[in-house]
């Protein structure tokens, strides 16, 4: 087992997600009011969701989140309920109280847990499981084992570096089942597992997964509000954490943009693209480079969506207009219409030397420089081991263990 101790690094994530968040507007948590409740959840119980509090005693409405949890009892019949220690007990709005609570997995190599959504196989679902270890044990250590769904290796789960993995998955079957599998580096464990069926949503890869990498929201300023955006504001339930970009500035507005037509086909939020970022005084230029880890002799594929609206109202005779450059490859060139959204991509890369990196330019006819209002990264994950058919949809061990081992990651 690995036997070392959590990281200071590990506990400041945590933190800074709390003080983050810490300053979402007491106003809008007192407008949460009886039927705001009802509503939400309403609309979380006919939307395709799946929400489940591993180690709660029971379901709940959680009113920061607006979304509705049910305990684990019925999706899985092993593992243990316990609760973080009182030292490490969060109020991080956005996630909900749902961290302080776990299943831990002593026994077994693999544990799963099976998950029915109404819509059923030939689908597409957002999957996404919370790990945060919060001392529960009191013995301080870092942990480390490996995430499944179905068959196919998911991810590496390492406490010490992020607090959830997210995944969009084909499935074949009408049963989906997220294991964890025990690796002799800790004890498996977690806090929360969600699933969304994304329906006609453009995230799509018939032929492996798809893992987020990236959902940045630009221009917002995580000291002034919440530090991420997520549902109900994103029908999706997607989480996009606020940022900026190296040299650039913060605009926004709050005219309603329409999100409802064939120009948002992933279905921004609202809210996302009220805000973007433009170039400093005197610059054209938007940049930004993403450092890959991943396993040796591995090259990863990527698709990039680019998401666009124009939020300023430009005189009469002036020009936005740019071009996009990702990894050495040049498009464009693309002008905006106001309060239009704009999504470009997905722009498909497969990434050699290291980097995912983008540059929007501003063409020479251009009078004003360039925007960008939110971005996606997405590295696809084969599956090799897909099972073919309805009976499949439970795998043998030795499916299993043959999938062991294949994996990449990007933190």
């Known amino acids: 087992m690995d036997g070392g101790q959590i990281p200071l690094s590990y506990i400041k994530v945590w933190v800074i997600l ?24 309403l609309a979380a119980e006919n939307s395709g969701f799946i929400s489940i509090d591993c180690g709660a005693e029971e379901d709940y409405l959680d009113r920061n989140t607006g979304i509705t949890y049910k305990t684990d009892k019925d999706f899985i019949s092993t593992g243990k309920n316990t609760v973080v220690a009182p030292a490490y007990y969060l109020t991080i709005p956005y996630f909900g109280n749902m961290v302080n609570s776990l299943r831990t997995f002593p026994e077994g190599k ?217 990894n050495g490859l040049k498009y464009g060139p693309f002008t905006l219409k106001y309060l239009k959204p704009l999504t470009k991509g997905p722009y498909k890369l497969q990434v050699q030397e290291d980097q995912v990196g983008f540059s929007i330019d501003a063409t020479l006819r251009s009078d004003l420089p360039p925007i960008l209002n939110a971005f996606e990264i997405f590295e696809l994950g084969p599956l090799p081991d897909s099972p073919t058919n309805q009976a499949d949809g439970m795998f043998s061990i030795s499916i299993l263990l043959n999938a062991i081992g294949f994996g990449a990651r990007m933190l």
């Open 18 to 41: 709390l003080l983050l968040s810490a300053t979402f507007p007491n106003s809008k948590l007192a407008a949460k009011n009886t039927a705001q409740d009802k509503k939400r959840k």
């Open 110 to 326: 693999r544990n799963c847990y099976t998950l029915k959504p109404r819509q059923g196989k030939n689908q597409n679902y957002y999957v996404r499981a919370f790990f945060y270890y919060g001392n529960y044990d009191s013995k301080n250590q870092a942990q480390k084992f490996d995430l499944y769904i179905g068959v196919n290796y998911w991810e590496t789960v390492d406490v010490r570096q992020q607090p959830y993995y997210s995944i969009i998955h084909y499935s074949v079957t009408d049963t989906i089942y997220v294991c964890l599998v025990n690796t002799g580096s800790g004890v498996p464990f977690i806090n929360g597992l969600d699933l969304r069926f994304m329906n006609d949503s453009p995230y799509r890869s018939m032929n492996g997964s798809l893992l987020p990498r990236v959902h940045a929201d630009l221009g917002g300023n995580p000291t002034q509000s919440s530090s991420t955006i997520r549902y109900t504001d994103d029908v999706y339930d997607r989480i996009w954490w606020l940022g900026n970009l190296n040299d650039a500035v913060s605009i926004s507005t709050e005219t309603n943009i329409d999100i409802q037509g064939s120009d948002n086909p992933c279905r921004l939020p609202v809210e996302v693209l009220r805000t973007a970022v433009q170039p400093r005084n005197g610059l054209n230029s938007l940049s930004f480079n993403h450092t890959l880890l991943h396993i040796e002799n591995f090259t990863p594929e990527f698709l990039v969506y680019f998401h666009f609206a124009e939020i300023e109202q430009i005189a009469p005779g002036k020009l936005r207009e740019f071009t996009i450059t990702l």
